[in-house]
């Protein structure tokens, strides 16, 4: 098996090098064809103070002078020296606004995934195992609920009822624990959906299997059942989904950010929206898709370990959704 | 809340409605009876209320809701319940360019990987994986900064980002349907494979691809919302429904601003989502 | 908690709430305390005052055309002037104990208070004075620093420390506006060593040294700002009556962007002063007791300075028939409240030499109609005009600085869509505002607070460096000619008259067209926060702040 296992090691991650290579092209030409100049039309902004000489230095420190593609090949070169630029908005260097940034986010991402998992195994605990019909019925559709409210109404309504009628945080202090938990919540409530019905699907599937009937024959409690033979191989395409949920959370936290105003990657996005700067876009994408590869690769690396019924033949060969696939 | 999302569905995304209206339950029409009315507020908006969206009466600023303005008034006197409904044409409509153009592109590209495989599939599967790797609201949010603050700009860049989940799906399809349609297939030349080919895929895809583009419209209405909220939509006196919460909630003493549109949202994909479940699991 | 609530009532509050969703009310059941505001009683010492703000995005560097009304909050705090203007512009010494104005008001003496000094300890004297007066009139080239924008820095020649409390200023011909100046809130005494590091170290605030009663504590750019008072601060202004140390132990100024949340967050009790709510909400505050001011400062009028020289505003018609199409009293009852008042000029009502035209800015559709069609535009089938094939339409971008300009902005399309006119919105946040100034598009919504009517010369035209607000360069003779009497007056009387003759020439040629009297800077206060005044500029001073048992 190491033979064969190191093999597609190797070839995976080649893939995840190459998707993120791919995703800095994309993201270029995608902000290259914006009309105008963003770059020259910021630093050209009386307000920036830039003499000519400078703002000269700084076009041909981007290349702008160059043609489409060579400033491509540029900029791709210094992505991948490390070079992420200076922001046009605030001439910092975007690793540095990152740096800054980059804990916030993540202390946020950290406990949304941390609650978002929890909430998909209650309701799925739930849905299997309540007594009766009412309250699993009604379980299995709480993930539909979740998916059906906006994000930024979800926010609105926490920060109304727990921080100005209930004083349970404050939004001067968006980076203390109790807020931070509240704006967990908000990017939560949507990631928790598939979660919980990808486990509810499986915990459905799982529990018609054989083995399952087996042991419980031999009158092992529910709990238990659940805990020892369900939620391990559950849990398998959930890994997977980790890397994909990942990616959700940075792109919902441009929403949650701003509403509770906190400074992470999401508000650095959403200022460098309306200021139009350019190389901090291209970073957090870039960043973004790094993260993503990464987490996805390491889930695909791991999984064949878990489980032995998925070796790397076979797991090479799956289709599930949000595995990226080697040709 | 984005396009991923989907993708994240269990049962690789159905098999579809093969025991379609029997027994439909309750839940389901209402569901369908939201979305009928929704749609026909983007198509005649004009129908279900007299007042203008654009131009109010400003000595009826800010009134809570009642008989005759039946969500209040705004801060210019417009009658809400007419501004939610004349947003509706962008707010529902935009979401329907998205998921088409999300349903084309992708199925073209899950189509041309599966039934050319070698290079082709490995180029398009790249693509594919990189779409997927760039979280989907923050590739819209790129996009529609990059073609301008518009709606139907929102609604283009929505597009984009589930171009990928579709053509997951219809690579897996194709592919399904390959293997038999060769067999038949094999003293045929080309064109008639293809030909085969079609003939085989689509009658079993498009039920699959249905579902997932019910699906992709509510959450297509969801990221269309959030970029309007976000200020990159068409900018006022448009009434996109998220514009319209962002903009009501500077008032702290109209509540009703934000909780009318918030709930006309919630409303509306609550009933989509509904109804793509009730497709997936009526097999 | 300030208003204790027992457990159930909350419960109940919070069903009610999700089941009716009433997201957004304030507090709707506190009961409102008695009004208050103003000192009453014998100030406290203490306390710690934490003030919301929509953000700082345009940088420390003292020195530059205009101060951003965010900025200029802070900067008052921890610098003195050598003037204090008060809200009706009343000048009063401060700095400068007391001054002479000599040979026709080209030259000025300014005898400064003893004692004085900056925050790290070196002295506020006649020298430094010197160093702060060159850079407000000249900038600074070498460093890329420019002038103070409505400094009379064309005819100043120089100033010289005849000992070391006393400054002699000389300038080439006279100049009314000087004194007036030395209260504006851009000329603001700064240590000669802050004036002389290079522009990347003035961008730091703590290398900002000032005189002022506050000094900065800590701060973190875009978040948050804490000031702490200066114990041995003992040269406050007189006109406010208390001169020793503040009262406040801190200031704290922490960015919230969101309207709505920094109101709802003084009203929840989670800080005390909230900058620019919604005007709306005005009347709903006060009736729970918390304080709203709404100071005037003396400058120009909210509403729009026209380019002449791009399409469709190059028309003399187009800028006339707008002037009229504006329902001005529409706006004061729709989007503003009773503190508000309508536009009279282009300057704001308390300036001295502002007049009432309001006749030329009265609302008359018909005479807007008749203009444009006299000059030829003709009503398109949409309902909008065209000329040429080109429709007659603009856009206009709401000013993010001052509040309820979205609304205003939407209520003027309004009004001019019905006589044939399109207005576009585009909204954008503080910083995409920058460039749109920097762009100049046909109408667009920009202010300036002054002291002196003198100052005004410097934005009308490009004479003298001037800011050209109008795109008209020099190519208006009348406005040239009005403008250069009015910067080198020698007299105020004379001054007022060319001021008259400005203000009717400027309204007629819809150079300018107002809108409501500007009111830039809203204060929300908490109730128990007494002993807040208000400058010329319309600032609060908290210096003279305290809190209430």
């Known amino acids: ?327 | 809340m984005t396009a991923n999302l989907a993708l994240l569905r269990p049962t690789g995304i159905p098999r579809a409605v093969r025991r379609a209206a029997t027994g439909v339950p309750p839940t389901v029409l209402l569901a369908a009876l939201v979305l009928v009315g929704v749609l026909l507020w983007s198509v005649a908006p004009g129908v279900f209320t007299s007042f203008d969206p654009v131009t109010g009466n400003t000595a009826e600023k800010l009134l809570a809701p009642s008989a005759a303005h039946w969500f209040g008034t705004d801060y210019l006197g417009r009658d809400l319940f007419a501004r939610v409904v004349y947003g509706t044409a962008s707010s529902v409509t935009s979401a329907l360019v998205a998921v088409l153009i999300g349903l084309v592109l992708g199925s073209a590209i899950g189509l041309a990987s599966g039934f050319l495989r070698g290079w082709v599939d490995t180029v398009l599967g790249r693509v594919v994986d990189v779409l997927l790797a760039i979280p989907g609201f923050l590739l819209a949010v790129v996009i529609v900064s990059s073609l301008g603050f518009q709606t139907i700009n929102a609604a283009i860049a929505t597009g984009v980002s589930a171009i990928a989940v579709f053509a997951r799906l219809m690579r897996a399809e194709t592919l399904r349907a390959r293997g038999s349609v060769f067999v038949e297939a094999s003293y045929l030349q080309g064109g008639n494979r293809l030909h085969a080919l079609l003939r085989h895929v689509l009658p079993n895809a498009y039920r699959s691809v249905v579902a997932l583009a019910v699906l992709q419209f509510g959450t297509s209405i969801l990221v269309i919302a959030s970029l309007a909220f976000l200020g990159y939509g068409d900018p006022p006196p448009a009434s996109d429904w998220g514009l319209l919460v962002a903009s009501g909630k500077a008032y702290a003493t109209a509540p009703w601003l934000v909780y009318a549109p918030a709930l006309v949202i919630v409303a509306t994909v609550l009933s989509v989502n509904r109804i793509s479940n009730w497709m997936r699991k009526a097999k | 908690m300030k208003n204790p609530t027992p457990l159930r009532r909350v419960l109940r509050g919070l069903a009610v709430v999700v089941a009716s969703t009433a997201l957004l009310a304030a507090c709707a059941g506190s009961a409102a305390p008695a009004a208050s505001g103003t000192g009453t009683g014998e100030p406290v010492e203490g306390g710690d005052l934490t003030f919301l703000i929509q953000g700082y995005d345009g940088g420390w560097v003292s020195s530059k055309s205009s101060i951003s009304s965010y900025e200029g909050n802070l900067w008052g705090e921890i610098t003195d002037k050598l003037v204090y203007a008060d809200e009706a512009g009343e000048l009063s010494p401060w700095i400068a104990e007391s001054w002479e104005e000599l040979n026709g008001a080209t030259e000025f003496v300014l005898n400064l208070k003893e004692g004085v000094t900056f925050s790290d300890g070196s002295p506020l004297d006649a020298a430094a004075v010197v160093a702060n007066l060159d850079l407000w009139a000249k900038g600074n080239p070498d460093l890329g620093i420019p002038k103070v924008g409505l400094f009379p820095g064309s005819n100043y020649d120089r100033a010289e420390a005849t000992d070391s409390s006393t400054v002699h200023v000389y300038f080439s011909s006279p100049a009314l506006g000087f004194i007036p100046t030395l209260g504006y809130h851009g000329t603001i005494l700064l240590s000669p060593e802050t004036l002389a590091l290079p522009l990347e170290e003035q961008a730091d605030l703590t290398n900002q040294i000032g005189s002022g009663p506050f000094t900065v504590k800590s701060w973190e750019q875009g978040d948050s700002y804490v000031l702490q008072k200066r114990a041995d601060y003992e040269w406050g202004p007189e006109a406010l009556g208390h001169t020793g140390p503040a009262y406040l132990d801190t200031i704290t100024y922490k960015v919230i962007k969101d309207t709505a949340v920094r109101t709802s967050t003084v009203v929840s009790g989670q800080a005390d002063v909230a900058f620019n709510i919604e005007p709306q909400e005005i009347e709903s505050l006060k009736a729970q007791g918390f304080g709203v001011a709404t100071p005037r400062y003396l400058g120009f009028t909210d509403g729009f300075q026209v380019n002449t020289s791009i399409f469709p505003t190059n028309d003399v018609a187009v800028r006339q028939a707008i002037q009229s199409g504006i329902d001005r009293q529409e706006i004061l009852d729709t989007v503003y409240t009773e503190d508000w008042t309508a536009a009279t000029s282009f300057l704001q009502g308390n300036v001295p030499e502002t007049g009432d035209y309001s006749d030329l800015l009265a609302y008359d559709p018909e005479a807007s109609e008749q203009l444009l069609d006299d000059a030829g535009w003709t009503v398109g089938a949409d309902g909008y005009r065209v000329k040429d094939g080109q429709t007659l339409e603009f856009t206009l971008s709401p000013n993010p600085y001052v509040p309820s300009t979205q609304a205003e902005d939407e209520l003027i399309a309004q009004q001019l869509k019905t006589i044939g006119i399109k207005v576009n919105l585009k909204v954008v946040d503080v910083s995409g505002y920058a460039a749109i100034q920097a762009d100049k598009p046909p109408l667009f919504q920009t202010s300036r607070s002054f002291v002196d009517v003198g100052t005004v010369a410097g934005v009308l035209t490009s004479q003298n460096g001037g800011e050209d607000w109008w795109k008209l360069g020099t190519s208006d003779e009348k406005l040239n000619e009005l403008s250069t009497g009015i910067a080198t007056a020698s007299d105020r009387e004379s001054r007022a008259v060319l001021a008259d003759d400005l203000q009717q020439y400027v309204l007629e040629q819809g150079y300018s067209i107002p809108t409501v009297q500007l009111v830039q800077r809203l204060y929300l206060t908490n109730p128990k926060l007494q002993g807040v005044s208000f400058n010329g500029l319309a600032y609060a001073n908290f210096y003279t702040a305290w809190f209430s048992e």
């Open chain 1, 1 to 327: 098996m190491t033979g064969r296992y190191g093999r597609y090691a190797l070839l995976r991650a080649a893939q995840a090098v190459i998707v993120i290579l791919l995703a800095y092209v994309l993201t270029f030409l995608v902000i290259s064809v914006l009309p105008g100049d963003p770059i020259t039309n910021t630093l050209r902004d009386p307000q920036n103070g830039l003499s000519e000489d400078e703002i000269q230095q700084i076009v041909a420190h981007y290349g702008l002078d160059k043609q489409a593609i060579i400033q491509l090949f540029l900029s791709l070169g210094r992505f991948v020296t490390g070079d992420l630029g200076f922001s046009l908005q605030s001439n910092l260097p975007v690793a540095q606004l990152l740096g800054d940034s980059l804990p916030s986010t993540l202390a946020l991402a950290g406990t949304a995934l941390l609650l978002a998992v929890v909430f998909a195994v209650v309701i799925a605990y739930g849905a299997q195992y309540l007594p009766g019909r009412v309250a699993p019925g009604l379980l299995r559709s709480v993930p539909s609920l979740f998916l059906s409210v906006p994000n930024f109404v979800i926010g609105l309504v926490l920060i109304e009822l727990f921080a100005f009628r209930l004083h349970a945080f404050t939004i001067i202090d968006p980076d203390s624990a109790v807020a931070t938990f509240f704006a967990a919540l908000t990017l939560a409530i949507p990631v928790s959906a598939p979660l919980a019905e990808i486990l509810i699907a499986n915990l459905d599937h799982e529990s018609r299997q054989e083995y399952v009937l087996v042991a419980r024959s031999r009158g092992l409690t529910k709990t238990r059942l659940f805990a020892r033979h369900l939620v391990k191989p559950s849990m398998l395409p959930a890994v997977a989904m980790v890397a994909l949920i990942v990616g959700e959370l940075l792109g919902g936290a441009v929403i949650t950010e701003t509403i509770f105003g906190r400074d992470g990657i999401g508000t650095l996005v959403q200022k460098a929206v309306t200021s139009q700067d350019v190389p901090v876009l291209q970073a957090v994408v870039s960043l973004a898709a790094v993260v993503f590869v990464v987490v996805n690769l390491a889930a695909d690396l791991v999984s064949p370990l878990l489980d032995p019924r998925l070796q790397p033949d076979r797991a090479a060969a799956r289709t599930e959704p949000g595995v990226v696939v080697p040709a």
